[in-house]
């Protein structure tokens, strides 16, 4: 069955604190990993997705990898506005277009 | 460009009533899928809708039970409400199965609902 698990569940950083979260997945035969970010009281919204191990995304203050395992996101020199959950979701070959999601990491930053 | 946008905000319901939400897809985009989420968790799957069919559907009883209309906007139905309803229900749009980037889904701010 496909699964995902991300750690930690939270993580509190100092401003400029530079650190990465975790995403790891089994999935049978992986269609693509998800990056989203959700504040409190919204939707998550969408960041990156990755589909092949050795795949990097970046934007801003945030870069994605990817592993045949696992996936990292690096928030680097994070800023109080960084302060989210964020939810990676996998898809694989027999879930469609079903995501499957994490449980989330929750970040703060402070000031 | 409007985003994927859902209705009501917050709605509060009894235990046995039922409720449906709605959801218009981003622009552009003609596949809906619903979440749930509860508290501290990640959203799960209920199921999926193209062409006015059903896709997909996860691991829910078929008390929930949606639609989607001709201009590809969806609604969500549950029947006799159960407490552990209680949660944000989210709408994702895609564009087209086969096309590319479309297995991004674009996500509403979602439908908060409490069942007491």
């Known amino acids: 069955e496909d699964q995902v698990t991300q750690s930690p569940e939270a993580l509190r950083l100092q401003e400029g604190e530079s650190s990465s979260l975790n995403c790891s997945y089994t999935?049978?035969?992986?269609?693509?990993l998800f990056w989203y970010r959700q504040d409190p009281g919204k939707g998550p919204e969408f960041l990156f997705t990755l589909y092949s191990a050795g795949e990097e995304k970046e934007k801003e203050r945030l870069k994605a990898t990817l592993t045949k395992k696992e996936s990292f996101l690096h928030i680097t020199a994070p800023k109080p506005e960084d302060s989210a959950t964020y939810l990676c979701a996998v898809r694989g070959v027999d879930s469609s277009y079903k995501l499957i999601f994490g449980s989330g990491t929750r970040l703060l930053v402070r000031p | 460009d409007a985003g994927v946008t859902q209705s009501p905000t917050h709605l509060i319901k009894t235990r046995g009533q039922q409720v449906t939400l709605r959801c218009s897809p981003k622009s552009g985009h003609d596949t809906v899928s619903w979440y749930q989420q509860a508290l501290g968790q990640g959203p799960q799957f209920i199921f999926q809708y193209y062409e006015e069919e059903e896709r997909q559907r996860g691991n829910f009883p078929d008390r929930f039970s949606g639609h989607q209309f001709p201009n590809y906007s969806s609604e969500l139905n549950v029947n006799a409400l159960l407490l552990g309803d209680s949660a944000l229900y989210l709408c994702?749009?895609?564009?087209?199965?086969?096309?590319?980037?479309?297995?991004?889904?674009?996500f509403g701010a979602g439908t908060r609902l409490s069942v007491l």
């Open positions: 999935v049978s035969g992986l269609r693509g």
């Open positions: 994702a749009s895609s564009i087209r199965p086969g096309t590319s980037g479309s297995y991004i889904q674009y």
